[in-house]
C-alpha cells in the first residue's frame, strides 16, 4: 500500500466520522427541540387538566343550584295549593282567611322569583349559566384531547430520534421529524382550538 492511498483512506475515514458526527449533532438539536416542544405541551396540558376540574365543578354546582330552586319552588307551589283550599273553606274567620291571602300573595311571589331574579339566581339564569358552562367544558375537553395527542406524537418523535441518534438510521430522524412536526401542530392546535379534532 502506497502512501498516497493510506492518506486517501485516513482522509476517507475522517471525512465519513464528521458526517457521522453532523449527524448526531443535528439528531441531538432535533430531540432537544421536541422536548422543548414536548415541555411546553406538557405545561399547557397540566393547565387545562385543571381548567376542567375546575370547570366541571362549576357545572355540576350551578346544576345542583338550579335543581335546590326546583324542588323549593315545587314546595311552595305544594304549599300554596294547600293555602287556596283553606282559603275556599266556608265561615274561615276573617284575621285566618287574611293570613291565609297574605300567605297566597307572598309564595306567589316567591315563585315567581325562584323563577327568575334580577341578581342570576333565578330558574331561567341559572340553566343559561350552566348550559354556558357546559360549552365552556366543552372545549376545555377538546383542548385536553388536543394535547394528549400532541404529547404522545412528541413522545414518539423524540423516541424515533434517539433510536435514529444510537444506530445512525437516517429515515428514523426523518420520520422522527415528521412525527414531530404533527406533534408541534396538534400542540398549537391546542393552545389556540383552531381546528376540533375528533375525541
Known sequence: MEIEEIAESIAEHEAKEEKEDNFRRRTAVLISLLAMVLAITALGGNKTTKDLIA??????????????????????????????????????????????QDLTARYRDNITHYETETDGSGRKELKAKAEALEHQRDEVEHREHGFALAEAALQIAIVLASAAAATDTRFLVKGAAAIGVLGTLLSVNAFFLLVHLPS
Not at 323549593?72 to 307551589?77: A, I, N, V
Open 55 to 100: 370547570t366541571n365543578i362549576r357545572v355540576s354546582d350551578t346544576w345542583s343550584f338550579y335543581q335546590a330552586k326546583g324542588v323549593r319552588e315545587t314546595s311552595t307551589k305544594l304549599a300554596l295549593d294547600q293555602v287556596e283550599t283553606m282559603l275556599v273553606t266556608p265561615d274561615l274567620p276573617a284575621p285566618v282567611k287574611a293570613r291565609l
